[in-house]
C-alpha cells in the first residue's frame, strides 16, 4: 500500500542554518504530496502543497519539490528561525483523497 | 484557523466509558476524516465521510464509530474506553473528493481526550 517515509528525528540546528528533511514516498498512480507542520500545543497546519511531478510547493521560506523519478518531496529553508521549531510531517493523498497517509513526523528544534 | 472546529479541547474520562467528539467541518467541505494521533501510533487514519456516507475505512476499533449528518458535522463515538485510547483526536476537512488537481485536506485543533 501507499506509504510515506521521513527522516527520523530530533533534528536540533542553530538559527540561521539550511535545513533538509528528507521525505520519499511510495504510491500506485499520481498522488497530491503534502508537507504539514504542527507546533507545540497545537493541530495541524498545511505548510505547502504540490499535485503533480516537477511542481514546487513554496511557503514561510519553505519549500518542497515533487520529483517523481525519485519519489522524493524533501522540505528544506535556506534559513530556519527559533520560530520554525515544531514537527513537520510529510503527507501523501490520491487523487480522490479517500485518505491521507502520514509519515512519521520529524521533530525540529532550532537552538537561538 | 483551519476553519474545521472540534469540541471539546480536552476530556478526562474514566476506563470502561464512553465519549462523543463533534466536529463542524470548514464551509462547504463535503468530506470529513477522522485521525488518532498517540506517543507511539503517531497519525493513524481511521474513518472518512463524504456527504454523509462512510467512504473509506482505517484503522478504527470496532469500540469506535462515527457518522457525518445532514448538516455535514461529523462525531467520533469511542465506547469501552481504555487507557490506551488516551490521544489527541483530529478532525479535517476537504472539498469535493474526485476533483483532478488533488484536494488539501484542513485539519481541527484537536481533542485531547486522556483516560484514566
Known amino acids: 500500500g501507499d506509504s510515506v517515509t521521513q527522516m527520523e528525528g530530533p533534528v536540533t540546528l542553530s538559527e540561521e542554518a539550511f535545513l533538509t528533511i528528507n521525505c520519499t514516498y511510495t504510491?500506485?498512480?499520481?498522488?497530491?504530496l503534502f508537507w504539514y507542520v504542527q507546533y507545540p500545543g497545537e493541530g495541524l497546519q498545511l505548510l505547502l502543497k504540490?499535485?503533480?511531478?516537477?511542481d514546487k510547493g513554496s511557503n514561510k521560506g519553505f519549500e518542497a519539490t515533487y520529483r517523481k523519478e525519485t519519489t522524493s518531496f524533501h522540505l528544506e529553508k535556506g534559513s530556519v528561525q527559533v520560530s520554525d521549531s515544531a514537527v513537520y510531517f510529510c503527507?501523501?493523498?490520491?487523487?480522490?483523497?479517500?485518505?491521507?497517509?502520514f509519515g512519521s513526523g520529524t521533530r525540529l528544534s532550532i537552538r537561538p | 484557523d483551519s476553519g474545521v472546529t472540534q469540541t471539546p479541547k480536552h476530556l478526562i474520562t474514566a476506563t470502561g466509558q464512553r465519549v462523543t467528539l463533534r466536529c463542524s467541518p470548514r464551509?462547504?467541505?463535503?468530506?470529513v476524516y477522522w485521525y488518532q494521533q498517540s506517543l507511539d501510533q503517531g497519525l493513524q487514519f481511521l474513518i472518512q465521510?463524504?456527504?454523509?456516507?462512510?467512504?473509506a475505512k482505517g484503522n478504527i476499533l470496532e469500540r469506535f464509530s462515527a457518522q457525518q449528518f445532514p448538516d455535514l458535522h461529523s462525531e467520533l463515538n469511542l465506547s469501552s474506553l481504555e487507557l490506551g485510547d488516551s490521544a489527541l483526536y483530529f478532525c479535517?476537512?476537504?472539498?469535493?473528493?474526485?476533483?483532478?488537481?488533488?484536494?488539501?485536506?484542513?485539519f481541527g485543533e484537536g481533542s485531547w481526550l486522556t483516560v484514566v
Open positions: 503527507a501523501l493523498s490520491d487523487k480522490s483523497a479517500s485518505k491521507i497517509i
Open positions: 465521510y463524504y456527504n454523509g456516507e462512510e467512504r
Open positions: 504540490a499535485t503533480k511531478a516537477d
Open positions: 464551509s462547504g467541505d463535503l468530506s
Open positions: 504510491a500506485t498512480g499520481y498522488p497530491s
Open positions: 479535517a476537512s476537504s472539498a469535493v473528493t474526485g476533483s483532478v488537481s488533488g484536494n488539501t485536506i484542513y
